[in-house]
């Protein structure tokens, strides 16, 4: 993502300021100065980015409610409380769960945070690369278990360009995971549009890095599982609590799907 303010280029990176926009607290003040014009530009990408964080929230929840409890959180970015963690085990505290992300300063952020949390723990990994992220030790240990595993890819997929091969990304996770498995898939919509609101010319920068994909593609990377009703659709619309029933559409599709 290029992030762009009124003067010039900021030194912000783009992890952090969707650390601010979800209401985060590891931002630099160029992160905050950053993210607080492009919700002025473009408010649609600060709808999003909430979206996808609620979605998330609710489709952890969900899981660890029905009695997955391990994760793989790939793509995880700094944490924000309630982290993936700390939602799971809500509903159970025995949960395990794993997050993974490319930036070693999220990484140090991450280890800071759980330090002291039994059953939790960071691997740098990159998801272009899944055979190598599959293979670290702490990942291989919720995987030999045979108990189900929630592989969580929030808002991660559409970093990766079709020249990389998402599907075959895809299909290396669901096949490495045991059957009764589960993947958790956001990503931002090609095929849903914008509001008027918007600078055009702020979203065409937004996503200089980002590839947005429509329904039809973002079902493909669940390959062969089941998708859990009512299966991809706008993030909003996946299983909306009190609080998100009617919350405005984000240009983001949500879906969970399961290894039967």
Known sequence: MT?????KRPEAHPARVYDYFIGGENGLEADRAAGAWIGM???DLLTTMRANRAFLSRA???LAQQGVDQFIDIGSGFPVSPNTHEI????????SVVYCDIDPAVGRRTRELIADQQGTDFV???IQNPDELLAQPAVQALI???RPVACVLGAVLHFVPES?????????LREALPQGSCLVVSHIAGDIPWGDSNNEETLRRAFEDMYPRTREQVARFFGDWELVAPGVVPASQWHPTGQTAGSPEAALYGGVARKI
């Open 3 to 7: 992030i762009e303010n009124p003067e």
């Open 41 to 43: 530009q473009a408010p």
């Open 60 to 62: 952890v929840r969900r």
């Open 88 to 95: 799971a085990r809500q509903e159970s505290p025995s949960v």
């Open 124 to 126: 740098l990994g990159d």
């Open 144 to 146: 030999r278990s045979g």
């Open 164 to 172: 990389a091969d998402p599907l075959r990304i895809t299909a290396a």
